[in-house]
């Protein structure tokens, strides 16, 4: 079944993340592969990195049981010091890193390999204030803008924090950045909000060239071929929160589509 909602769903959000951004990922390739050959080659790569972010519940090793023993006790003759105290230990969790795997796409000269485009599509540890994700996401970025290749930024997520840009950004929920190499530092930004369908986004190769990309249809066929009608719950609280609007049009959108 299709979507409830016009473009993109925001439950996907806190529910299925992980699984979206990998599949999506995958789409946009799938779908930019026949637009760009023989030319240009798509390639489907990886960014891995440990994360210490100490708000990241992701972060933490969640025992099976815990155990709270007693200390077994002993004959006060078999202690040197009979002073001493009993004490009663207890097991706890440490903080540990995770290794995070984010994957993005980079369109290559078919000839030199060559970086033409690199497109990213946000996760939340990239928005994630003072995280190493948003750290390393940042530096990356401004590897590839001190480069020849152009940016494509996808921002398919409601929360956390926007990419850093000199003027204020247009209101909305959802943004898509477009860095031409040749035109840096300027960029295209396109915004959007829930109540509107995924925008058509070009994907720049050469000054002269471009891929359109049709995000909707993409989203679209993903979302019903992952099956999130089914097995995604909307009464689950959001962050941010929605509006007061927001809200009132979701449940009504809701309403009607369980008639």
């Known amino acids: 079944m299709p979507s409830p909602f016009p473009g993109m769903d925001p439950f996907i959000e806190f529910q299925s993340w992980d699984d979206f951004h990998a599949a999506f990922i995958h789409d946009i390739a799938d779908e930019l592969v026949p637009r760009v050959k023989p030319k240009y080659v798509v390639r489907r790569e990886r960014r891995v990195y440990v994360e210490h972010d100490p708000d990241d519940p992701e972060r933490f090793i969640i025992p099976d049981v815990t155990v709270a023993g007693r200390a077994r006790p002993e004959s006060v003759s078999t202690l040197e010091d009979s002073s001493a105290a009993t004490l009663t230990a207890v097991e706890v969790t440490l903080p540990m890193p995770a290794t995070k795997k984010e994957a993005f796409l980079t369109i290559r000269d078919r000839v030199t390999l060559e970086v033409v485009t690199v497109i990213e599509l946000l996760s939340p540890a990239n928005k994630r204030p003072g995280s190493d994700g948003r750290r390393i996401y940042l530096a990356k970025r401004d ?66 060239e471009e891929a359109p990309l049709d995000l909707q249809r993409l989203y679209a066929a993903r ?37």
Do not use: H, N
């Not at 990419?163 to 040749?182: I, M, N, S, W």
């Not at 019903?224 to 941010?240: A, W």
């Open 143 to 208: 590897q590839v803008l001190e480069s020849t290749a152009s940016l494509v930024e996808l921002d398919l997520l409601r929360g956390g924090q926007r990419l850093p840009t000199v003027q204020p950004l247009p209101p909305g929920d959802y943004y898509g950045f477009v860095c031409r190499a040749k035109r840096r530092p300027r960029a295209e930004v396109y915004a959007w909000t829930l109540r509107q369908p995924l925008p058509r986004v070009p994907v720049p190769l050469t000054a002269d």
């Open 223 to 259: 979302f019903d071929r992952s099956g999130y009608d089914y097995s995604l719950s909307y009464d689950v609280p959001q962050e941010p929160p929605f509006s007061q609007g927001d809200a009132e049009w979701i449940a009504s959108l809701l309403k009607s589509t369980d008639e």
